[in-house]
């Protein structure tokens, strides 16, 4: 499956659950991981994932 990476400032743990819950139910989304060292979040997604959808809901 494929995957892709933003570059995303999440202050803390509580923010990246969040993060999470808010874009686990979007079309497509397989799986999202934050990274809080890195500042990265990458979401794993099928074929009908809605990029724009997602973004919307990470702030990006």
């Known amino acids: ?8 400032a999440v202050a803390d743990k509580e923010s990246a659950d969040k993060l999470v819950a808010d ?5 497509g989304v ?3 991981n934050v ?9 794993t997604y099928g074929d009908n ?6 973004k919307a809901a990470a702030g990006i």
């Not at 874009?23 to 079309?27: D, E, N």
């Not at 990274?35 to 979401?43: D, R």
């Open 1 to 8: 499956m494929p995957q892709t990476s933003y570059d995303v």
């Open 23 to 27: 874009t686990s139910a979007i079309s």
């Open 30 to 32: 397989k799986w999202v």
């Open 35 to 43: 990274n809080l060292e890195k500042g990265t979040v990458v979401v």
């Open 49 to 54: 994932y809605d990029e724009a959808a997602f």
